[in-house]
C-alpha cells in the first residue's frame, strides 16, 4: 500500500514571498507516479504536474517549480514570488506503475497568500 | 469541452435516505473514479471503472454502489444514507490508467446527511 505525507497542514505567508509545500511518500513499487494537484476555493481539482520515478530531473514552469528526491522520498513544490491567487489547498498524490485503482492522496496543505 | 459533470452540486438528505450521484463524461475516456473528501483530508477512492461493465472497489466502498453500463456514465448510489457519508464527492476520469495521462475531475458534489 502507498502513503503520501504532507506534515504542513496550513501555511501562511505574505504575497511575494517563497513558499515550499513538503511532500513524503511511501511505496514499496520501484515505478510509480507522482502528482500535485490545486484546489481553489471554488473547490474544483486542478492539475499541475505528473512525475514518474525514472526521472529526478526538477522542473519549472513559470513560477512553480519541483523537486523530486528519491533518496529522501519526497517531492516537494515551490511557489516563486507568491501571489493571492495561489491561495488554495495543494494535494500532492502517487499511483504506482500499472495501478488501476487511481491516485493515493495527502491530506492536502491549505497555502493563505497574505497580501 | 464539458469534461466531467457531476450533479447535483449539492444536497441534503436524511438518515436512511437514498440517492444517486450522477457523473458523466464526454471524452471518451476508460477510465473512471469515485472519491471522497472529507473536512481536512485528501481524496479517498470509493470505487473505480476500467470500462464499460467493469467496476471495482477502492478504500472506502462501504455504503455505496457504482454501475458502469455505458462509457459515459458513472453513478454513484447511497442506499441508506447515514451522518458517516456526509462529505464531498468527486468523479475523475481519464483514458487510461494515470500512471499514463492526467484525470480530469468533475466539481464536486456536496452531501450533507442529517
Known amino acids: 500500500a502507498q502513503k503520501v505525507t504532507q506534515a504542513q497542514t496550513e501555511i501562511s505567508v505574505v504575497e511575494k514571498e517563497d513558499v515550499t509545500l513538503d511532500c513524503v511518500y511511501e511505496t514499496r513499487d520501484t515505478t510509480y507516479y507522482l502528482f500535485w494537484y490545486k484546489q481553489p476555493p471554488s473547490g474544483e481539482l486542478v492539475f499541475l504536474i505528473r512525475r514518474n520515478s525514472f526521472d529526478e530531473q526538477n522542473e519549472i514552469s513559470g513560477r512553480y517549480s519541483w523537486n523530486f528526491q528519491k533518496s529522501t522520498s519526497s517531492f516537494n513544490f515551490t511557489i516563486t514570488a507568491s501571489q493571492v491567487v495561489d491561495s488554495a489547498v495543494y494535494f500532492c498524490?502517487?499511483?504506482?506503475?500499472?495501478?488501476?485503482?487511481?491516485?493515493?492522496f495527502g491530506k492536502g496543505t491549505h497555502l493563505i497568500i497574505q497580501p | 469541452n464539458a469534461g466531467v459533470t457531476q450533479t447535483p452540486k449539492f444536497r441534503i438528505l436524511k438518515i436512511g435516505q437514498s440517492m444517486t450521484l450522477q457523473c458523466t463524461q464526454d471524452?471518451?475516456?476508460?477510465?473512471m473514479y469515485w472519491y471522497r473528501q472529507d473536512p481536512g483530508m485528501g481524496l479517498k477512492l470509493i470505487y473505480y471503472?476500467?470500462?464499460?461493465?467493469?467496476?471495482d472497489k477502492g478504500e472506502v466502498p462501504n455504503g455505496y454502489n457504482v454501475s458502469r453500463s455505458t462509457t459515459e456514465d458513472f453513478p454513484l448510489r447511497l442506499e441508506l444514507a447515514a451522518p458517516s457519508q456526509t462529505s464531498v464527492y468527486f468523479c475523475?476520469?481519464?483514458?487510461?490508467?494515470?500512471?499514463?495521462?492526467?484525470?480530469?475531475f468533475g466539481q464536486g458534489t456536496r452531501l450533507t446527511v442529517v
Open positions: 498524490a502517487l499511483i504506482p506503475r500499472g495501478g488501476a485503482d487511481g491516485l493515493t
Open positions: 471503472s476500467v470500462g464499460a461493465g467493469i467496476t
Open positions: 475523475a476520469s481519464s483514458f487510461t490508467t494515470v500512471t499514463n495521462t492526467e484525470a480530469f
Open positions: 471524452m471518451n475516456h476508460n477510465y
